[in-house]
């Protein structure tokens, strides 16, 4: 393995921290570049302009937006991908989850989503997942 090829650990961070006595730097830095790549270079801009935006319009044929799915659909979605590890779905899932906090704050965006009715009749893991 050549140097500089994985990323660094939460352990290591830490470790850096206390050598260096930089209070806690390091690690508040590991912990926000893991919040960017939990959402792929895609999505990166899109979740941009979600958090700026006034207005959020949808119109979806396959599913619920993410911003308004629940957290056992969210995990359905991201699981019905077999390439995606059990440790990266639930990353995904609170990625997912944390975005919705615009809907509740104090001044959350105007939301308009137009759905069709197969994406509400459509069976999404297990049972309970489909319930708004």
Known sequence: MTAGSRP?????AIAIDRALKTGGIFGRLLDRL????AAPLWLREWITFEQQARTLRWCEVAWVPGLLQ?????????ASDGRVSAEEVETRVA????RQQI???DDPPHLVAVLDDAVLRRP???PSAARL
């Open 8 to 12: 660094p650990t939460g352990d290591y």
């Open 34 to 37: 893991a919040d960017l790549d």
């Open 70 to 78: 629940t957290e056992a659909y969210a995990r359905a979605v991201f």
């Open 95 to 98: 990625g997912r989850l944390a």
């Open 103 to 105: 809907l509740t704050s």
């Open 124 to 126: 999404v893991g297990v």
